[in-house]
């Protein structure tokens, strides 16, 4: 029967308004917002409270109850521009973006490994995510990425078929032709020409970016509206040195510096480069990787991760790549955080890289105030009580 058809209908939604808020009081949630209008930080009790851009996460360590935290990243080309080197911007990669919690079994057998994400490829990249590290395995007369050792895929250890994700990327690619996708290969093909055929097959060679474009001594990068005019979005690094030479692919060591990852990478005011990376302050090596993610990915733990720790960390590792400001963030679990998460890091990192600010956003303000100043002159009034006057370009920045 229909509550609502009874002539006392008022009656009855007071009655139930008076229910859901007891029962609201009752297991402790705060109706100080409404659906969709809760902000960064405030209680929710579902993904639909919070405000664009934002979901609902416990994070037992870092908060109490369920709380708005940030699901998306800042698009630092929309809030500023894309005019710049693509060494320039810094940005969010998720680490195994393959290995993620529910992938459903592709071999029959079920799988005995760890996940690091949560959400398909698709989803990273629409919240942002815009390095993917993967592994890459032949298995099956095909590539396949799996969370394995000593090189050899298993039925237990694979995920699935390379092509289905590097399917994800071209989709993504197509229907965002500004963005630039980086793809950083833990690579165990041995097959002769088993990635270009891979890559190929999934119709990602129209937007290869040639290894002969890009800087080997330490210079800048091509511009990302360049790239972007060129369609050559699609940056692929590999770990086997050969395959720069036989396929064109480039090694990831020519061109990036990485630290420790693991639990040796979170130690707290340390920041070592790994062993297959040259020294953290190599300066031909233009870009620069930090990872931060355990051994072992513990989801509960990663949302403390990803938070004040990971911007320390970020602040480390700049000392010790010469001054240097990371160009790529690697996490577990992203969307995990106390607040801004990796999307806040990767906000610092811009603003660092962009306009010397902690927050891209700061950015923005410095940009506008010059465009709005340009050209004019201003008095300045000196300590002796005269003024001088200054052309308001020559204070930005100040
Ligand atoms: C693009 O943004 C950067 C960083 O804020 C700024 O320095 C540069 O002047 C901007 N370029 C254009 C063409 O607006």
Not at 7 to 26: C, E, G, K, R, Y
Not at 43 to 48: D, P, R, Y
Request: charged share 20%.
């Amino acid at each position: 029967m229909n509550i609502l058809s009874f002539p006392n209908m008022v009656f009855s939604q007071n009655l139930l308004l008076i229910i859901t808020a007891s029962v609201a009081a009752l297991v402790g949630v705060a109706a100080s917002c409404s659906k969709g209008e809760c902000r960064l930080h405030d209680e929710c009790s579902s993904n639909q409270d919070c405000e664009a851009g934002l979901y609902c996460l416990a994070c037992p360590l870092g908060f109490q109850g369920t709380r708005c935290v940030r699901s998306t990243i800042t698009d630092q080309f929309k809030l500023l521009n894309n005019s710049l080197p693509f060494n320039k911007y810094a940005f969010l990669a998720t680490h195994n973006a393959y290995a993620i919690d529910g992938y459903p079994s592709h071999t029959r057998v079920p799988r005995i490994t760890f996940t690091n994400q949560e959400d398909n490829v698709m989803d990273q990249l629409n919240n942002g995510a815009r390095a993917l590290m993967l592994d890459t395995y032949d298995f099956r007369g095909d590539v396949w990425l799996c969370h394995s050792f000593k090189g050899q895929c298993h039925d237990y250890t694979a995920f699935g078929p390379a092509i289905d994700t590097l399917r994800e990327i071209e989709a993504f690619l197509s229907t965002h032709p500004s963005e630039i996708v980086t793809i950083i290969l833990e690579d165990y093909v041995q097959a002769p020409n088993g990635l270009t055929k891979v890559f190929t097959d999934a119709g990602l060679m129209k937007y290869w970016f040639p290894v002969t474009n890009m800087p080997k001594n330490g210079q800048d990068w091509p511009l990302v509206n360049d790239m972007v005019q060129n369609n050559q979005r699609l940056l692929v690094f590999t770990s086997i040195q050969s395959k720069e030479a036989s396929e064109g692919i480039a090694y990831q060591w020519n061109f990036m510096v990485e630290n420790q990852y693991g639990n040796v990478g979170m130690k707290a005011g340390s920041c070592t480069n790994r062993k297959e990376s040259s020294s953290l302050n190599d300066k031909s090596r233009s870009l620069v990787l930090v990872n931060y993610f355990r051994c072992i990915p513990m989801k509960k733990l990663s949302c403390e991760d990803n938070s004040r720790n990971l911007i320390k960390m970020l602040h480390t590792c700049s000392g010790a790549a010469a001054n240097r400001w990371a160009n790529f963030v690697a996490v577990d679990y992203y969307k995990r955080s106390e607040g801004g998460g990796s999307f806040q890091a990767v906000d610092l990192l811009n603003g660092k890289l962009l306009c010397g600010c902690d927050d891209i956003h700061a950015c923005v303000e410095s940009q506008e105030e010059y465009n709005n100043n340009k050209g004019t002159k201003v008095e300045l009034l000196q300590q002796d009580g005269s003024y001088i006057t200054r052309s308001s370009d020559k204070l930005i920045g100040w």
